[in-house]
């Protein structure tokens, strides 16, 4: 196993997981909503023209050599390198979401405590996801299981939610890193079914990504063909990102990836780290939006939002799953410009646990995050109710210190379990759990 500087796993030369020999269904253009309207000069292409124009993607392949994306044309380049006349016209494949019937229906987005991990449930009114699988094993004494720990929220929402019928319409690995999916196994024996499956394509037979490649054959029941997605970044073309029915099985919300797997060789930096192949996801409901950054470090961050230079609205929404857990690395200063979020909310443990892979081993989330978050500048806009002091780390493996939050900023390691509550006109309730 290979470790970067902060003990996170990363690809070396002996594991390299391959791409995804079966990508599930095609991908499309992000369906036009609320926040995320194409301009009308874009060019959009789809997938199948990239391929057959796949030259363009191709990496240098001595070692030396290989930087990105300096040597991967942007998006924008890619759909320049195209002939209008070769533009083959792109439909949506699916309608867009009703006009709410009930203004008053409400969604909630359910940040569980995992320790240090993530896992969270959508809850829309036609239907159930989930984003990662939580969370920290260990705890220096065995004490803490967050695997366990979401897949028991989650079999209790089932149980206070019976209309569900036990099924969740999708759930989107961001990546396949231990504390994003290590409850697979207890979801696997909790006798609830999976309908469909999104992951960034990385397969292997072995490692956290064999266990991503199990995960996702389980759940579809090997049905790849109809019952899953790869999102990965040569699938798409557009600025207004991709989705399809695995992306957005849902009827009354809309739901877009921005962000997967890169590129099938792996053990160049920036993108060594698992971390920077993360699935990024938006949903969309009425006037609300949320957004899943997965572990997506600052540098891909840049990336990300250079492939959506022409539209970098797409980002624009109100509730922000900071990135990799308020790692200093996870914090972009223009992404969160352009995000602007009303509410920030940190996926991370509780600074008690003593083990390599808790908050405290990994530092999150860090001051320098924090204070960028409601400092310099402020990109949070919103406000507490009033000032609370709660904690962050100078470095990885150090005494918290204490820090005062004023703005709408949320961690599960302060508060337990968050609850973010938004209706259709955008108005939004934060409830959090037991303190940890
Ligand atoms: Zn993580």
């Known amino acids: 196993m290979y470790l970067d500087a902060d003990g996170e796993e990363i690809f070396g030369p002996d594991y390299q997981p391959q791409s995804a020999p079966e990508k599930g269904l095609p991908l499309y253009i992000g369906r036009p909503n609320a926040g995320i309207s194409p301009p009308e000069n874009l060019l959009l292409l789809p997938q199948e023209s990239l391929r057959q124009n796949s030259q363009v993607w191709s990496l240098p392949t001595e070692d030396s050599q290989r930087q990105f994306p300096g040597d991967v044309p942007i998006l924008r380049d890619v759909r320049k390198g195209f002939q209008t006349w070769q533009m083959p016209r792109l439909t949506p494949n699916r309608r867009l979401p009703a006009p709410p019937s009930d203004p008053d229906a409400v969604m909630k987005v359910h940040y569980v405590y995992v320790g240090q991990g993530a896992g969270a449930i959508v809850e829309l009114p036609c239907g159930v996801a989930v984003v990662d699988l939580g969370g920290e094993y260990g ?29 969740i319409d999708v759930v989107y690995l961001s990546h396949p890193h231990s504390d994003h999916i290590n409850g697979a196994r207890q979801l696997r024996e909790s006798g609830l079914r999976v309908e469909k499956v999104v992951d960034n394509g990385q397969t292997s037979d072995k490692g956290p990504v064999g266990r991503q490649t199990a995960f996702r054959s389980w759940a579809t029941d090997n049905d790849l063909a109809h019952r899953y997605t790869a999102v990965e970044l040569a699938r798409q073309v557009t600025a207004t990102g991709a989705t399809n029915a695995a992306i957005d099985p849902f009827s009354c919300a809309t739901v877009t990836a921005f962000w997967g797997g890169v590129n099938e060789r792996l053990s160049f930096k ?63 200063d223009d992404l969160l410009k352009v995000v602007s979020p009303r509410i920030a909310v940190v996926s991370m443990g509780d600074k008690t646990s003593m083990g390599t892979s808790s908050a405290r081993g990994y530092g999150h989330p860090r001051l320098e995050s924090l204070t960028v978050l409601q400092d310099d500048p402020v990109t949070v806009t919103d406000m507490r109710s009033s000032p609370h002091s709660y904690w962050g780390y100078s470095h990885s493996n150090v005494d918290p210190s204490s820090y005062t939050v004023r703005r709408a900023i949320y961690g599960t390691g302060w508060e337990g379990t968050i609850v973010v509550t938004a209706s259709q006109s955008g108005q939004y309730t934060v409830e959090t759990g037991q303190s940890h």
């Not at 366990?148 to 089932?158: I, S, W």
């Not at 929404?317 to 990799?324: G, I, T």
């Open 270 to 332: 920036p993108y060594s780290t698992p971390n920077n192949h993360s699935v990024v996801v938006r949903f969309d409901f009425g006037q609300a939006s949320f957004l899943f950054m997965g572990d997506l470090q600052d540098t891909a961050a840049k990336d990300m939002l250079e492939q959506f230079d022409e539209n970098t609205e797409v980002f624009d929404v109100d509730v922000l799953q900071l990135a990799h857990h308020g790692a200093d690395n996870g914090i972009n």
């Open 139 to 167: 705890g220096g004494d065995g004490s803490v299981d967050g695997g366990a720990l979401f897949v028991d929220y989650l079999k209790g929402f089932m149980q206070q939610h019976p209309g569900y019928d036990n099924k």
